[in-house]
């Protein structure tokens, strides 16, 4: 059922914890969970190397969103790179709440 931005697990099915990845992203920094890049990062020589190290760091380190890369978009790493972040895109408060929910195809 929906509740604010997130939704929650019905007792059958597994819906989609956000309404779309802008809503994933306010949750992230509002968790503080999430660090900004303002700096100009190259996409192919140095996005990687960061995150690589950050991804490296105790509980997965931060999301990074990198917002100057040369491209017309930002760029959003590691999002899902902690069990807290995995759990915070499922709607669920430990990723065990969801092992005993059926897989139903789509």
Known sequence: YW???I???SPKLIYMAFKNL???IEILKDRKEL???DSFV???LEM???TDRFSK???GGKALLFLNTGTDFPVIT???GSEKRMSIGLGVEDLSEIENHRRTPY
């Open 78 to 80: 590691n999002m899902l």
């Open 35 to 37: 660090l900004t890049v």
């Open 57 to 59: 760091l105790p509980d």
């Open 22 to 24: 802008s809503s994933f």
């Open 3 to 5: 509740r604010g931005e």
């Open 7 to 9: 939704y929650y697990l």
């Open 42 to 44: 190259d996409p192919v």
């Open 48 to 50: 990687a190397e960061i």
